[in-house]
């Protein structure tokens, strides 16, 4: 069995093959996780954790199997759930604080986060490779 996590702790869930991807119960990540479902617009459904973080779950992500609902292990990564047996590096989950960032203007000058108003922050990211 793979081994998952979730923000750093073990989840003992089982976690199935199927389709070319890995697959977990939803009935016992919901349990899991003390989280709950939620009904959105055009079929979707929420998976919604206890501090009111919802992870929109479209049609792709879903699978019903044996009367059972699966959820793909891929749709669940912003929420910090991944497979693996071993550390993980740290990384930012939904509903995380940012961290402080320092940016050069086209000016030339500097910009940090934290000279921004305690509001909330809309930050795109733009890359060319």
């Known amino acids: 069995m793979t081994a998952l996590q979730w923000r750093g702790k073990p989840l003992t869930l089982p976690l199935i093959e199927k389709n070319e991807g890995q697959w977990l119960a939803l009935d016992g990540l ?35 199997e044996g009367g059972r609902q699966f959820v793909r292990l891929a749709a669940l990564a912003s929420l910090g759930i991944a497979a693996g047996s071993g550390p993980t590096a740290p990384q930012m989950l939904l509903g995380d604080p940012m961290p402080a960032l320092t940016f050069t203007t086209l000016e030339g ?21």
């Open 30 to 64: 919901v349990e899991a996780l003390e989280a709950h479902l939620q009904d959105l617009p055009g079929g979707a459904v929420g998976f919604c954790l206890a501090d009111d973080i919802c992870l929109p779950l479209g049609q792709d992500d879903l699978a019903l």
């Open 109 to 129: 000058g500097s910009f940090s986060l934290s000279d921004l108003p305690q509001k909330p922050t809309l930050l795109f990211a733009w890359a060319s490779w």
